[in-house]
């Protein structure tokens, strides 16, 4: 079965960085785009950096420039790496991967989530 395991959430000062991970097993990881979401509490899950197999990335714009996405596929292994934290960003981030090598529509599977949380 698809599994999705998230890791390096924490807390951060703002301005800060955060380096999550999420290992996958379960399917061909390196022909599957894979995302990154996230979600505040009483908000929507939003989209925040998705890279497909063939590492074109794509950012939301509140993050852009801010965070990057990147992929090691002999690890089975999609990163985000999170710069200059502001307490907007606080919220669970969501591993999630497409069937496809390429994102179109919603995610297939879903990770349990990290907690992020930025504050002085």
């Known amino acids: 079965q698809v599994q999705l395991v998230e890791s390096g959430g924490g807390e951060v000062q703002p301005g800060g960085s955060l380096r999550l991970s999420c290992v996958a097993s379960?399917?061909?990881?390196?022909?599957?785009?894979m995302s990154w979401y996230r979600q505040a509490p009483g908000k929507d899950r939003e989209l925040v950096a998705s890279?497909?197999?063939?590492?074109?990335?794509n950012y939301a714009d509140f993050v852009r420039g801010r965070f990057t996405i990147s992929r090691d596929n002999a690890k089975n292994m999609v990163a985000l790496e999170m710069n200059s934290l502001k307490p907007e960003d606080a919220a669970v981030y969501f591993c999630?991967?497409?069937?496809?090598?390429?994102?179109?529509?919603?995610?297939?599977?879903w990770g349990q989530g990290t907690q992020v949380t930025v504050s002085s």
């Open positions: 999630a991967a497409s069937r496809l090598a390429y994102t179109i529509g919603r995610p297939d599977y």
């Open positions: 379960g399917f061909p990881f390196s022909n599957r785009a």
């Open positions: 890279i497909s197999a063939g590492r074109t990335t």
